[in-house]
C-alpha cells in the first residue's frame, strides 16, 4: 500500500501563486508515476500534471501548461504542484495521486490506484 498526504493549499488572489505538496509513503518503491488531479464543484475530476518516477518526465493539461510545474524530490518522496497565475476557473479540491502500474497515457483517474484526500485551492477574482 501507498499512503499519500497533500498540503498546501488554500485562498489566493487572482494572479497568485500556490505550491502544493504531497508526500508519498509506505510501498514508494512500486511506484510508477505521480499525479495531480482536481475537482471542482458539480464537475468531474480532471487531470492537471504528471511526472514519472523513473525518469521525471513530465506532462500536463493544457489548461495548465506554461503556469503549473510539477516536480518531485526523490529523497523525501515528495511530489509538488507549483502553481502560477492561478485564476478563478482553478478553484477546486487537489488531489495527488499514484500509479503502481502502467499506462498508456496516466492522464485518467483510473489510470492511478492510490489517492490522497485532497487539498482546497481557492482563487478570488
Known amino acids: 500500500q501507498v499512503q499519500l498526504v497533500e498540503s498546501g493549499g488554500g485562498l489566493v488572489q487572482a494572479g497568485g501563486s500556490l505550491r502544493l505538496s504531497c508526500v508519498a509513503s509506505?510501498?514508494?518503491?512500486?511506484?510508477?508515476?505521480m499525479g495531480w488531479f482536481r475537482q471542482a464543484p458539480g464537475k468531474e475530476r480532471e487531470f492537471v500534471a504528471h511526472i514519472s518516477w523513473g525518469d521525471d518526465s513530465t506532462y500536463y493539461a493544457d489548461s495548465v501548461k506554461d503556469r503549473f510545474t510539477i516536480s518531485r524530490d526523490k529523497a523525501k518522496n515528495t511530489v509538488y504542484l507549483q502553481m502560477n497565475s492561478l485564476k478563478p476557473e482553478d478553484t477546486a479540491v487537489y488531489y495527488c495521486?499514484?500509479?503502481?502500474?502502467?499506462?498508456?497515457?496516466?492522464?485518467?483517474?483510473?489510470?492511478?490506484?492510490?489517492w490522497g484526500q485532497g487539498t482546497q485551492v481557492t482563487v478570488s477574482s
Open positions: 509506505g510501498r514508494t518503491f512500486s511506484i510508477n508515476t
Open positions: 495521486a499514484a500509479a503502481s502500474w502502467r499506462s498508456y497515457s496516466y492522464t485518467r483517474t483510473g489510470d492511478y490506484n492510490y
